[in-house]
């Protein structure tokens, strides 16, 4: 029988405490009280680097209600998953000439010539997920970089697994070099187990963009090569185990049976779904992706004023089927008024 005691109560009390629809009462915003009213009248690009990801279409749809509220006219490219359609985006962003761009879920750094050209043309950028440094004065012109601190949300999913197999943990990782956010993720993921005495059987490196062709046979032959020495499945993004699951159903493998599954950051309503059902996902470290779209408006209304980036550093939530019993829906959203507190700061 797995271990879940100790982790079931953290993440429960962490989910149920900043979730639409649970039952306890709202809870204070913690973000920026203060800033620049809206500036009227502006348009802006969204980059996204794949609509296909969960977690860039949480982040979008949060972006598309900010603007919604702040009065913003809102055009969104989709990068499709390839770095030539994310520079094709790019191009495309520069000719529609808008006031502000938000790239969204690429690394800044593989687009480093494109986006060259968006700093040449001075149209401010706040970007999610867009390297390692988050906060403000990212590199290559990011005004701010948006995002929970991605080695907090490493560690707690590596600890999670620790605890979570009581002894004897051996654990795949899941990462794409593609970014250098999810290499760093990974490592520390690595790194935490290793240092409590945990075992990586292997660390896999596949494009996220790749899943749906990749995961299936990648399951298959790490199934045939560690059998059941292999406990635990970590990947950087929930996207792996949207195609984990299948191929371990088809090895006749149940659930609660194979490696169990978590995810080191986003938070999907797929995750949720799989979480929630005992479908093959365990646990994820959920971001507020919702509240993270509005705080990309924000940061981008203070980039076109000329103000100064707010710092803020949103929390993510260790998500468990326990948690999940006590709520609805099907993404972590904060039981905090950060809708209304941003509507004061921009006077709408």
């Given at each position: ?13 962490t989910i149920l405490a900043g979730a639409t629809g649970g ?229 006749g493998i149940k659930s609660a049976d194979g490696p169990q ?88």
């Open positions: 029988m797995l271990k879940r005691t100790f982790l079931n109560a953290l993440m429960a009390s039952a306890l009462a709202e809870t204070p915003f913690d973000g920026p009280t203060s800033g620049p009213a809206a500036a009227e009248g502006k348009s802006i690009v969204v980059l996204a680097g794949d609509l296909k990801n969960g977690g860039i279409l949480g982040v979008t749809s949060g972006v598309e209600e900010a603007a919604e509220t702040i009065g913003w006219d809102v055009r969104v490219l989709d990068g499709a998953g390839s770095i030539q359609g994310r520079t094709a985006a790019i191009g495309q962003a520069l000719a529609l000439q808008p006031d502000g761009i938000i790239i969204n879920g690429f690394d800044a750094v593989e687009q480093q010539a494109a986006l060259e050209g968006v700093v040449g043309a001075d149209i401010p950028m706040v970007a999610w997920h867009s390297g390692p440094k988050i906060g403000c004065d990212a590199p290559g012109g990011i005004f701010a970089n948006v995002s929970t601190d991605a080695m907090t949300v490493s560690e707690v999913a590596a600890k999670w697994a620790i605890e979570d197999a009581g002894e004897g943990v051996g654990a795949v990782i899941f990462t794409d070099s593609t970014y250098q956010i999810a290499i760093d993720k990974a490592d520390r993921i690595k790194d935490t187990i290793e240092a409590m005495g945990g075992t990586v059987l292997e660390y896999v490196d596949t494009p996220i963009a790749d899943t749906s062709t990749r995961m299936g046979p990648l399951t298959t032959s790490l199934l045939q090569k560690y059998g059941d020495d292999w406990t635990h499945a970590l990947a950087i993004n929930d996207l792996y185990f949207d195609f984990m699951g299948p191929a371990l159903a088809a090895a599954a978590g995810s080191a950051g986003d938070g999907s309503e797929a995750a949720f779904q799989r979480i929630r059902t005992g479908a093959y996902q365990t646990i994820t470290v959920a971001e507020p992706l919702n509240l993270q779209g509005w705080q990309l408006v924000d940061e981008l209304n203070r980039a076109i004023q000329g103000e100064a980036c707010s710092g803020y550093i949103t929390s993510p939530a260790l998500v468990t089927q326990d948690g999940l019993s006590k709520i609805e829906g099907n993404q972590f959203d904060p039981d905090s008024p950060y809708r209304e507190s941003y509507a004061a700061i921009w006077g709408k």
